[in-house]
């Protein structure tokens, strides 16, 4: 049987939710992944300055834990969106409001939202969508709304991992360097694929489709109309992920980022 592998990150996450065991595997963070998301989370409510008046919509909403905090906090409208179905159905199961949608096609009306949130989604995005994606959360962003767009990195990723003939030189491989535990898991996918007659095709998830220098980054979310509140290395990653904050500008409020956010501005 031949392998192939598959670095289409959309199928990655269709195939997890496929094969789900935990509802935190969503989050697509690997080993302590609950502690992560959580930490994470928390501190992107910090920067939003989240208030019970606002409208959230968290583009890649991946377990929910952004949402669940939000209504734990009583926030008007909470909404998640997923790259594929069978993950939103998995977050719907929690009572959280999520849908199917891409970056580049939110199906959220304009201006809807007082607090757009995109974290550690862009990364995975093909370079040739982020403009359009960027219009986007300008599109459904209220006037004066708050954007934060989290995990951004500034350089490429590790090279991909090479590619075997055969699944032998593909276990042996994964054995000598990922270790046994890696190894056996993907001997498991194989039986399964060939119990069922399914194609071999390895999905590593983790290729970075998109990086950016900040100044390169902020002044592509600049021409999408967004503007920049501030950009930040990441406390978990200060040495390849960036955070920012940026703000729809609004004719009623104009851009003064010492005031504090006022939502419906
Ligand atoms: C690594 S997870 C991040 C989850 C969450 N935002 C967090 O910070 O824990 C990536 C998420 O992006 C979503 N995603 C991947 N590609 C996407 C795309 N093209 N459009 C919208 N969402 C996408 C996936 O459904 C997944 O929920």
Known sequence: MMITRSEDYVEYCRETARNLRDVQDLALRGNHKQEIT?????????????????????????????????QARGLRSAIGLLATEEEAVIVRRL?????????????????????????????VVPRETIPASLREMYRIARPGARVFIGEIPFEPGPAPEPEFESAAATLAYLYRTHGV?????????????????????????????????????????????????RSWAHQDWPGNRYNYLFQKASPAAPLNFNRRFSPNA
């Open 38 to 70: 959580r930490r994470i989370q928390e501190r992107i409510l910090q920067e939003i300055e989240l208030c019970p008046e606002d409208d959230m919509i968290d583009i890649g909403c991946g377990d929910g834990t952004l949402l669940q905090m939000a």
């Open 95 to 123: 009572g959280l409001q999520v849908q199917q949608g891409f970056t580049d096609q939110l199906p959220v009306s304009d201006e809807s939202a007082s607090v757009v949130v995109c974290n550690n989604v862009l990364l």
């Open 181 to 229: 535990r890696t190894c056996l898991g993907m001997l498991r996918r194989m039986i399964y694929w060939k119990l069922t007659g399914q194609p071999m095709i390895i999905r590593g998830g983790s290729t970075i489709c998109f990086y950016a220098q900040p100044q390169e980054f902020i002044a592509m979310a600049e021409s999408a109309g967004l503007h920049i509140v």
